[in-house]
């Protein structure tokens, strides 16, 4: 399985980016799906997650209500919509895939996913 990350870019304060990650394979609806971040300095952390049928999401505290995570299971692709965006969500992006075939939940743990992406930097600045 092979993960790839696109969309990010510069963009003002209260602006807005969809970020795309293209999964290779033909068993993409089997895999739970997620979003993390990576500031300068300082750890990755969760953003998103989706199951692997699209039914059930989580955020992040910092971003409920600002992203929202999606896929199309026939283009083998997971959306992050970026609105609202603030200097904080300055980060590089990670979409990342685990193997959950029988499950229907969202996987938050980023130790639990076995699949990355190479990511993509956001930066949120004017």
């Known amino acids: 399985v092979q993960l790839q990350a696109s969309g990010g870019g510069l963009v003002q304060p209260g602006g807005s980016l969809r970020l795309s990650c293209a999964v290779s394979?033909?068993?993409?609806?089997?895999?739970?799906m997620g979003w993390f971040r990576q500031a300068p300095r300082k750890e990755r952390e969760f953003v998103a997650a989706?199951?692997?049928?699209?039914?059930?999401?989580d955020y992040a505290d910092s971003v409920k209500g600002r992203f929202t995570i999606s896929r199309e299971n026939t283009e083998n692709t997971v959306y992050l919509q970026m609105n609202s965006m603030k200097p904080e969500d300055t980060a590089v992006y990670y979409c990342?895939?685990?193997?959950?075939?029988?499950?229907?939940?969202?996987?938050?743990?980023?130790?639990?996913?076995?699949?990355w992406g190479q990511g993509t930097q956001v930066t949120v600045s004017s």
């Open positions: 990342a895939a685990v193997f959950r075939p029988l499950q229907t939940t969202v996987v938050v743990t980023a130790t639990q996913y076995n699949y």
């Open positions: 394979g033909r068993t993409f609806s089997r895999y739970a």
């Open positions: 989706i199951d692997r049928s699209g039914g059930s999401t």
